[in-house]
């Protein structure tokens, strides 16, 4: 049995670089990004045999989160055996069978003991993953709002650019696990973004030592695998995901660290005062000081900030609704939107 651990953040926060380098570990496997653990919990939770149509649906689900998000880098495959024949067991020891079903091109022959999901969406389902994983370990991972913004209005995203919309979202993510972290103090460790580039020896120190284990100690295998990622950039998989090419091409870049305070010249002081407004009390607790002090905002803008609170918090809402529904509805709503999003983009 390997012991899961999770990666949690809003994404565009260096969640991904982080798990780039924590897959080159000898002991670690970091599937791609994927959320079936979460999407199945409520409909598997206490199940104790899982017959060959619940492995089918979950089959079914990551075919389709393979074709929205490409698993770049890994090869799946599960194994016929679990897909005739079910699973007998926890829902916990499935996931981590399905889990393995994901295999590092760059270290085809790696032997796994623990494994860390990332996925940003798992931030709004902790008190679930906690149930799933009682001794899971979280590195919550942070990054300036402003330079979150930022990065999420120059990339191919399937969500809007606004400021506002990005940095009301910012701010629940990280409200949300800052409140994770107040219940389990001793299961979560903040990791800022800035601090990892800047000092990475020392702070992923931290984090095997968090993690309880043991930093590579012969050869850096961070290298290859980041040259896997340059080799698979313009695999067949990512041909038609502009979203996917434009993330493993970013990983397999240099970390440049003047890119830390690109927000300063590239958003404009409106936006940054904006940003400072909705995003200061978390911003605070993470370390990071606003630009500016406020006062006041004009009525208007206030007007369209709560408006676009609602918004965001509808949907929040509306994700926490989706989980309750019966599940083999739940799986075709989602391969529709798959088929959606992909017939939208050709």
Not at 33 to 45: G, Q, T
């Amino acid at each position: 049995m390997s012991q899961v651990h999770y990666i949690i953040g809003i994404g565009r926060s260096g969640t991904s670089l982080l798990m780039s380098i924590l897959g080159s570990h000898r002991e670690i496997l970091t599937p791609p990004e994927n959320y079936f653990s979460v999407f199945f919990y409520h409909a598997y939770a206490k199940k104790t045999y899982f017959s060959p149509h619940d492995i089918q649906l979950i089959q079914r689900f990551n075919e389709a989160f393979h074709r929205l998000q490409p698993p770049v880098g890994f090869e799946y495959d599960i194994p016929h055996t679990l897909l005739e024949r079910g699973f007998e067991g926890t829902y916990s020891a499935l996931c981590e069978n399905i889990y393995s079903c994901y295999r590092q091109v760059a270290f085809p022959d790696k032997k796994h003991n623990y494994i860390i999901d990332k996925n940003p969406s798992n931030t709004l389902f902790l008190k679930s993953i906690q149930k799933l994983q009682p001794e899971a370990k979280y590195i919550l991972m942070v990054r300036d709002y402003r330079a979150n913004i930022l990065s999420r209005k120059e990339s191919v995203h399937l969500l809007p650019p606004s400021v506002m919309f990005n940095a009301i979202r910012w701010s629940l993510f990280t409200k949300l696990a800052l409140r994770f972290k107040e219940k389990y103090p001793d299961r979560v460790k903040i990791l800022r973004y800035e601090d990892l580039i800047n000092a990475p020896k020392e702070q992923l120190d931290t984090v095997f030592q968090f993690l309880g284990i043991k930093p590579n100690t012969s050869e850096d295998l961070k290298e290859q695998e980041r040259s896997a990622y340059l080799e698979y950039k313009s695999d067949s998989q990512t041909s038609d995901s502009a979203r996917a090419q434009k993330k493993y091409e970013d990983l397999a870049k240099p970390i440049f660290k003047d890119r830390v305070e690109k927000w300063k010249e590239s958003l404009t002081s409106a936006e940054i005062e904006l940003a400072d407004f909705t995003c200061q009390r978390e911003a605070s607790a993470c370390g990071y000081l606003p630009e500016t002090i406020h006062q006041k905002i004009p009525l208007f803008t206030k007007f369209i900030l709560l408006s676009t609170r609602f918004k965001v918090l509808f949907s929040y809402l509306k994700d926490q609704l989706t989980y309750y529904l019966p599940i083999s509805f739940k799986v075709k709503r989602f391969e529709r939107f798959v088929n959606k999003v992909r017939h939208n983009r050709n």
